[in-house]
């Protein structure tokens, strides 16, 4: 069992367990569930801002603790003064060190889309979304079967959610995408292998229906790959660890974003 399968298992047990400890009526009656959803799409293809977003995660399974001591509410807040377009907050406890109050916080100080990044399996977890403001769903290609994916997809929507769709290789965007999905995210991780390769984005972003906004993810940490991504169509980026591992996050995303920016004006000005 590789290790996404192993989440994947643990995470129908988990889902099973909250289900039983809060049903579904109780989530409802959040102060979040009927709120506006800010849309992730129109903010990532802003062309005013940076079309980063900022992930907040502590730990990952390939590398292990990242940063125990951040506050949500500090980096979140910092993150966005930074130029973010968007927030990207883990909520996987057991893999990832995250939980769903880190997302309420998120939510509290920041006027701006979130995405949940979880391992989606069920309705509930949608649900669940909605009721502690998420804008935005991470719907993983290699995680579920196409037509499991097409249902999520289109109940998140029905929700007001957005959709993330996450493909590491031409076969899982050929089989996964639906007309209800919002987002394409590129994943340059092998979730299998952990291997990462920026070149797992390129040789896709022209397989991409431009019908979606285009996101590539995961071992970004130079703000010249970006300018790279940039220019072979992609809108946006996620961008997490690179920020992360910093003593202070959102210093990091606000020196990498104005690197990113000054790099861009000058490749606009040697055109010009």
Do not use: W
């Amino acid at each position: 069992m590789n290790i996404l399968e192993k989440i994947i298992a643990d995470k129908y047990k988990e889902v099973d367990e909250r289900k039983s400890l809060i049903p579904v009526k109780l989530l409802e009656k959040s102060i979040f569930f009927d709120g506006q959803v800010v849309s992730m799409k129109k903010y990532i293809q802003h062309p005013e801002k940076s079309g980063i977003i900022a992930e907040f995660k502590r730990k990952s399974p390939s590398k292990g603790l990242i940063n125990g001591n951040a506050q949500v509410e500090t980096v979140s807040i910092g993150y966005m003064q930074a130029g973010a377009s968007a927030l990207s907050i883990l909520t996987d406890k057991e893999y990832f060190g995250g939980s769903n109050e880190d997302l309420k916080t998120a939510r509290k100080f920041n006027f701006c889309p979130i995405l949940r990044k979880d391992f989606v399996v069920d309705e509930y977890q949608l649900i669940e979304a909605k009721s502690i403001g998420a804008d935005c769903v991470l719907l993983i290609a290699a995680a579920l079967e196409p037509e499991k994916l097409k249902s999520l997809t289109y109940f998140a929507k029905s929700l007001g959610l957005e959709v993330l769709l996450e493909v590491h290789d031409g076969e899982e965007l050929e089989k996964s995408l639906n007309d209800g999905v919002d987002l394409v995210g590129v994943n340059n991780r092998n979730l299998k292998t952990f291997d990462v390769s920026i070149e797992t984005s390129l040789e896709l972003v022209d397989r991409i229906p431009s019908s979606f906004v285009k996101i590539s993810e995961s071992g970004i940490s130079d703000p010249n790959t970006l300018v790279k991504l940039k220019k072979a169509g992609f809108d946006g980026f996620l961008i997490g660890e690179n920020f992360m591992k910093s003593s202070r996050p959102e210093q990091a995303a606000y020196n990498f974003i104005k690197e990113y920016k000054r790099l861009l004006g000058a490749g606009a000005l040697s055109k010009a």
